[in-house]
């Protein structure tokens, strides 16, 4: 099974949105052969079509044997069992392999490579659900590899503890998590509910560092918040892309509309990103037409250039704003760069993070994982935004310091700008 992924090195410490399966389909040798034997002749089971199979079982028998040849793994596992047995240095098999994958990864110099344990890739992948036990933070990794919460959840563990925008995690139960990828941090902070686990902080703010013991607990991470701002506007936080999401928004601008929205501000601040299909079906919500996204890389063996194309939309005609800043990367700025080409959205906020790649996700067959990048993304201009971002058409910079959400009150004045010139 193949998990295709789009984001910022990930993600939430008790949700990761970013799973979704099958965006370009594996072919395996099996079904290959199973293929050419099953359409090689009539179901009859005459001698001669007996004989048709035979000898085209006797060819992908041969295609196999060449590649056997070509490329043997008798050599790793005789070393994996030489070095496990012999060595003064004693490793198990399992720490072996892991090295070994570790050894593979790390020549594709990817810094989204990563090899999960069965342990940790459940921790993953349990939270499919939206039901997670953990602190209840959403947060991203900089450049400097410093882990910094985007956004605590309300109503959870981390909120209730005073936790903030902008606090970097630097210690997990006393660990130094310096140069660790994000997914294993993850892992390392989930938990059962009821349990307990110690970070260290860093607060940039006060310029300080503090400790703090919080007590994991279980609870729903919705994907989306909305409310009505002002007597004829919508606003809709989108928290991630997920499977079945732009079906949860669709429902939402229903709802919205029917309390009287004329024009909606779409919020894509600190959204990490998330999955393909669901980033081209919000995408296709608003859009009539024009191209989505194009995804270039390679599977099988490979090159591919895929391209994702809007079909009729729903929300068509709507004023639509959308609201940006340094943690919207990755499917986020697909969304909003495919709708600004488009002339479908005013973009407002701050320049987006800049992160152009998919990442893959293999299921390994003793439940552990593997993952790496496979393409790059390109809006429909045919630039690649990766390193580089989005620059919104009205920058509006919001600090710490400010007491109002400045790049929400510019949306709301834009908003009403755009009705009045409709009327």
């Known amino acids: 099974m193949k998990n295709i992924i789009i984001r910022v090195l990930v993600s939430i410490v008790v949700l990761i949105f970013v799973f979704s399966s099958g965006l370009w389909a594996g072919l395996s040798l099996t079904p290959v052969r199973k293929y050419f034997i099953d359409n090689g002749g009539s179901s009859d089971s005459s001698s001669e079509d007996g004989s048709i199979q035979e000898e085209q079982s006797g060819i992908l028998d041969g295609i196999t044997e060449s590649i056997k040849n070509r490329f043997s793994i008798k050599p790793f596992e005789e070393a994996l069992n030489y070095i496990s047995s012999d060595s003064i240095t004693s490793f198990s098999k399992q720490e072996l392999l892991r090295a070994a994958i570790d050894g593979m990864l790390s020549l594709l110099d990817d810094r989204h490579a990563q090899y999960f344990t069965i342990e940790e890739y459940e921790k993953i992948t349990d939270s499919y659900n939206g039901t997670m036990s953990g602190i209840g933070v959403i947060v991203t990794q900089d450049d400097d590899g410093s882990v910094v919460v985007v956004k605590p959840l309300p109503d959870t563990p981390a909120e209730r503890a005073g936790i ?56 729903y991470v919705p994907n989306l918040f909305s409310e ?44 990490l990103g998330g999955t393909l299909d669901d980033a081209v079906e919000v995408g296709d919500l608003f859009m009539d037409g024009g191209a989505i996204v194009t995804v270039k890389g390679r599977t099988d063996d490979d090159e591919r250039a895929d391209e994702y194309f809007a079909k009729e939309g729903k929300y068509t005609e709507i004023p639509l704003i959308v609201l940006i800043n340094g943690f919207s990367a990755s499917a986020s700025e697909l969304v909003a760069g495919a709708l600004s080409e488009n002339g479908r959205a005013l973009l407002i906020g701050e320049k987006s993070f800049g992160k152009g790649t998919v990442q893959v996700i293999h299921d390994l067959s003793d439940g552990s994982g593997l993952k790496f990048t496979t393409a790059r993304y390109y809006l429909p201009s045919g630039v690649s935004i990766d390193g580089v971002g989005i620059i919104p058409d009205i920058e509006v910079e919001l600090t710490i310091e400010d007491t109002e959400d400045l790049q929400l009150n510019r949306a709301v004045e834009e908003a009403k700008k755009i009705l009045e010139d409709q009327n």
């Open 164 to 219: 903030v925008e902008g606090d970097k995690i630097i210690k997990v139960n006393g660990i130094d998590i310096t140069d660790m990828v994000l997914e294993s941090i993850i892992a390392m902070i989930k938990g059962e509910e009821g349990t307990s686990v110690d970070l260290t902080f860093y607060r940039p703010a006060e310029d300080r560092t503090f400790d703090i013991s919080l007590i994991r607990a279980t609870f």
């Open 228 to 271: 009505m701002v002002e007597d004829n506007m919508g606003y809709i936080q989108y928290l991630g892309f997920q499977k079945g999401g732009a079906d949860l928004l669709d429902s939402e601008i229903e709802k919205l509309i029917e309390q009287g929205a004329e024009a909606i501000i779409f919020d894509l601040r600190n959204n």
